[in-house]
């Protein structure tokens, strides 16, 4: 019955429209259909400010962003209700443009609220959303008296912080918050860098030459190329305990304290491990190769003082 009343109250409205459309040039200037929906609006300040809102885009409508080049950036009172529950509308989506929503935009006539808009998708350029402007109801209309009744399952989906989420907590709507939609996660770009060691290569030119033994037969050089690796070594420095390069009384020292820790650990040392500290090269490291390197330092010490 609800429904059978609501499709004949839209064919009387379309009719209507069309009327206005024909004969009324004021009225067809600020008027334009788009994806079957029908809007009436005022350009102020190059801005677009919907005044009247007939949907026929079943079951989704998705308000215009822009309207002759110009931003739609406000929903008037009483623009979207009157007339859009001729059929259902299952959801609202405002357009990025839109900074205000007035008081009553939405307000459905008691007529219509068998089947009500339930679903509203708000975006963060939504900065004022008027009192009753979604999920109400007017229960009550006389030039006295103007009540409204709060509509039941009203659901509106926004974003945290923003006047849509403030709206629906105040009149107790439940809201949805798109911010909590699944994050897309990036995997990260490993970069492996790698080092190239560059050898070079001597290469060593001998020129071979044959001698003719004819005068028919003519002699020809080949020149070959024999690549040569050379290798440098840097010798070893005997008594070099410490490892720094040369040889000094605190090699004597670190082979003395050396031994003292391997006795303290019961770990012994062997000239195998450690080929450097056998300075007498008798195959083992004790308190001898110590006092060898520094009777060795005060001999040259005392060789070079002779020289000068």
Do not use: W
């Amino acid at each position: 019955m609800c429904k059978t009343r609501n499709i004949f109250i839209n064919l009387l409205v379309i009719s209507f429209i069309i009327v206005i459309a024909i004969f009324n040039n004021n009225v067809s200037a600020n008027l334009t259909i788009d994806d079957g929906n029908i809007y009436y609006y005022e350009i102020v300040n190059e801005e677009v400010k919907l005044t009247q809102c007939h949907f026929r885009s079943f079951p989704n409508v998705k308000i215009p962003e822009e309207i002759e080049g110009y931003p739609v950036t406000i929903i008037a009172s009483y623009a979207a209700g009157l007339d859009s529950m001729a059929e259902k509308v299952d959801n609202i989506i405002i357009p990025d443009s839109v900074v205000t929503i007035e008081e009553n935009a939405f307000l459905m006539d008691d007529i219509y609220a068998c089947d009500y808009i339930k679903d509203f998708t708000i975006p963060k350029s939504v900065q004022t959303i008027g009192s009753s402007a979604i999920g109400y109801k007017l229960a009550v209309d006389t030039p006295h008296i103007k009540s409204y009744e709060r509509m039941k399952d009203i659901v509106i989906r926004g974003y945290k912080g923003t006047a849509a989420e403030t709206y629906a907590l105040q009149n107790r709507f439940t809201f949805i918050a798109l911010d909590d939609e699944p994050i897309t996660t990036t995997t990260p770009v490993i970069t492996t860098t790698t080092t190239t060691q560059t050898t070079v290569v001597t290469t060593q030119t001998t020129a071979v030459s044959s001698t003719a033994t004819s005068s028919s037969v003519s002699t020809t050089s080949i020149a070959e190329t024999t690549p040569v690796t050379t290798t440098v070594t840097t010798p070893e420095i005997k008594g070099d305990a410490n490892g720094d390069g040369k040889l000094s009384a605190s090699d004597a020292a670190f082979i003395a304290k050396e031994l003292a820790q391997s006795s303290i650990s019961g770990e012994k040392i062997t000239a195998e491990d450690y080929p450097s500290m056998d300075f007498n090269q008798d195959g083992k490291i004790t308190a001898k190769d110590a006092a060898d390197i520094a009777r060795y330092l005060a001999e040259q010490s005392i060789s070079d003082n002779k020289k000068v």
